[in-house]
């Protein structure tokens, strides 16, 4: 069975596209609905909350970089880290 995902244009979703459609798209395409779904979800921010734990979590990394137990790092490094 396919899923549909709603195609944006100018802000609207005007139709409905399946996973096979998404599969045709360029890289390009795929990264303009991308972006063009993060900022209508961005506009719509205050509909979305956060769950308790994660106030919890950000306050324990908070913590730990407080007493010197969590280092910042580079993205660079951080992925190279979670990739072994």
Same mark, same amino acid.
């Given at each position: 069975?396919? !899923?549909?995902? *709603? =195609?944006?244009?100018?802000?609207?979703?005007?139709?409905?596209? !399946?996973? *096979?459609? =998404?599969?045709?798209? !360029?890289?390009?395409? @795929?990264?303009?609905?991308?972006?063009?779904?993060?900022?209508?979800?961005?506009?719509?921010?205050?509909?979305?909350?956060? *769950?308790?734990?994660?106030?919890?979590?950000? @306050?324990?990394?908070?913590?730990?970089?407080?007493?010197?137990?969590?280092?910042?790092?580079?993205?660079?490094?951080?992925?190279?880290?979670?990739?072994?």
């Amino acid at each position: 069975m396919a !899923s549909f995902a *709603p =195609i944006l244009t100018s802000g609207y979703a005007t139709s409905t596209m !399946s996973t *096979p459609a =998404i599969d045709r798209m !360029s890289w390009e395409e @795929k990264l303009r609905t991308l972006q063009e779904l993060w900022d209508a979800i961005t506009r719509e921010g205050d509909r979305y909350e956060s *769950p308790e734990w994660h106030e919890q979590a950000l @306050k324990e990394t908070q913590e730990r970089y407080d007493s010197g137990a969590e280092k910042p790092m580079d993205w660079a490094t951080a992925k190279r880290q979670l990739r072994k």
